[in-house]
């Protein structure tokens, strides 16, 4: 499974950005997709995720701010970005977790992250 994530760039604190994530290849299913981000320094942290169901789930830090979509065909999912702050600055990847047809496991995949700056 291959992810390209799209999106990111430039936001002045207060404003909106938006995230997308398209996956490509093979795949028997994608289960749970999500975003994660770390910032300079810090530690790769879940920002928010979301089931096949389409079942939520956020990090405290961005609750009521940040909204994580996904498609009907659940091969895209997206993250809105409202309200953004300073410390919201990070590279964000996207991530999904996939059943496929060469492992008996499920893999996990990552997009190549994108840069979002939230200036204050």
């Known amino acids: 499974v291959q992810l390209q994530a799209s999106g990111g760039g430039l936001a002045q604190a207060g404003g909106s950005l938006g995230l997308s994530c398209v996956a490509s290849g093979s795949w028997r299913s994608l289960n749970v997709a999500a975003w994660y981000r770390q910032a300079s320094g810090q530690e790769r942290e879940l920002v928010a995720g979301i089931t096949a169901g389409g079942s939520a789930n956020y990090a405290e830090s961005v609750k009521g701010r940040f909204i994580i979509s996904r498609d009907n065909a659940k091969t895209t999912w997206h993250l809105q970005m409202n309200s953004l702050k300073s410390e919201d600055t990070a590279v964000y990847y996207c991530?999904?977790?996939?059943?496929?047809?060469?492992?008996?496991?499920?893999?996990?995949?990552w997009g190549q992250g994108t840069l979002v700056t939230v200036s204050s």
């Open positions: 991530y999904v977790e996939a059943l496929t047809y060469y492992s008996p496991s499920p893999t996990h995949s």
